[in-house]
C-alpha cells in the first residue's frame, strides 16, 4: 500500500494467527492513509482459520524457517520501495504478528526504525535491539500472561531499551482487531493514535 504521493517511510505489517484477513487489508490502508508505505506479507500462505483450535492446528503446520525468511525477503521488498531505500522500516505486528515484530527488530537491528507490539511477547536476548519498542496489551488475556508480559518488560529495561508498554483497563486478547468478538472500539482507537504518533516520531 501507497500513500498519497507514492513515497513516504515504510511500515511492515505482520497479522495475528487469523490470517491476512480483510481487517488486516484495512489497517494496511490506514497506515498508507497516514502516510506510509506498508507491506503486510500473508505468513500463513493463504490459511484463514475460524477458531483459535483451527488456528492452532494451522500454525503446527507452519514452518517458522519459512515464516523467518519470508519476514526477512518483506522487509528487503518494503525498503526498496521507500522514500529511503537504504534506510531502516518500522514494523507494526498483532499476536503471533508481535513476536515476530520483536524478533527481526532484534535479529536485524539495522532494519527496523521501530516496533509495534500488540498483545504479543518475545523470550529471546534483546541485547541487539536498537529500536523503541510500544507495546499494547489487554488487561485479561489467556495468550499472555502477566508473567510473561512483566518479564519481558524488564528484560527490555534492564538492558535500558527504550520501551513504552500501555495496558488496557477492561479488554482482552484481540482487542484492536476489527470482527474479534474482544474487539473493543474504544481501546483500539486509542492504542491506534499512539501507534502512528509513535510511528510518525520514529
Known sequence: MRPEGDVGPGVLLLHSWWGLTPAFKDQADRLADAGFVVLAPDLLA?????????????????????????????IVALRSQTDDPDGPVAVVGY????????????????????????????????????????????????????????????????LDKDVTIWRYPGTEHWFAEIGADAYDGTAAELAWERTVEFLRRA
Open 95 to 158: 499476536s503471533m504478528g508481535a513476536s515476530w515484530a520483536l524478533w527481526v527488530a532484534t535479529r536485524q537491528p539495522d532494519s527496523i526504525r521501530a516496533a509495534v507490539a500488540y498483545y504479543g511477547t518475545q523470550d529471546i536476548d534483546f541485547a541487539a535491539l536498537e529500536a523503541p519498542v510500544l507495546g499494547h496489551y489487554a488487561e485479561v488475556d489467556d495468550f499472555v500472561s502477566e508473567d510473561d508480559l512483566v518479564f519481558m518488560e524488564a528484560q527490555l529495561r534492564l
Open 46 to 74: 493463504g490459511r484463514r482459520p475460524q477458531t483459535s483450535a483451527e488456528a492452532e492446528l494451522e500454525l503446527a503446520e507452519v514452518d517458522p524457517n519459512e515464516t523467518a525468511a519470508l519476514v526477512l525477503a518483506s
